[in-house]
Nanobody, 115 residues
Framework: QVQLVESGGGLVQAGGSLRLSCAASGSIFSINTMGWYRQAPGKQRELVATINNGGSTNVAASVKGRFTISRDNAKNTVYLQMNRLKPEDTAVYYC?????????WGQGTQVTVSA
């Protein structure tokens, strides 16, 4: 059983910063990809950024240069540093773990950016 626990969401003004964290526990293997997706009201869930155990990243064009993904393999934790936030970044952010052809999701954390 895999569990993902997210933290760090909240309300921030445009131009501000937030840092999301997601800790994974359970049957986690060393070779995996962790990442963040988001879903705004009325929209489909979209990729924000992913990072594999080797440190290779994939970052959406809409957040490139503003958001940074990182991970601590020893803690099985992935982070998303979000800077220069915009109102269009408002969404529920979901942590994802992809391991051995299985996808696992966190419960989601709300990020709201006011204009």
């Amino acid at each position: 059983q895999v569990q993902l626990v997210e933290s760090g969401g909240g309300l921030v003004q445009a131009g501000g910063s937030l840092r999301l964290s997601c800790a994974a526990s359970g049957s986690i293997f060393s070779i995996n990809t962790m990442g963040w997706y988001r879903q705004a009201p009325g929209k489909q869930r979209e990729l924000v950024a992913t990072i594999n155990n080797g440190g290779s990243t994939n970052v959406a064009a809409s957040v490139k240069g503003r958001f940074t993904i990182s991970r601590d393999n020893a803690k099985n934790t992935v982070y998303l540093q979000m800077n220069r936030l915009k109102p269009e970044d408002t969404a529920v952010y979901y942590c994802n773990l992809y391991v051995r052809f299985n996808n696992y999701w966190g419960q989601g954390t709300q990020v709201t950016v006011s204009a």
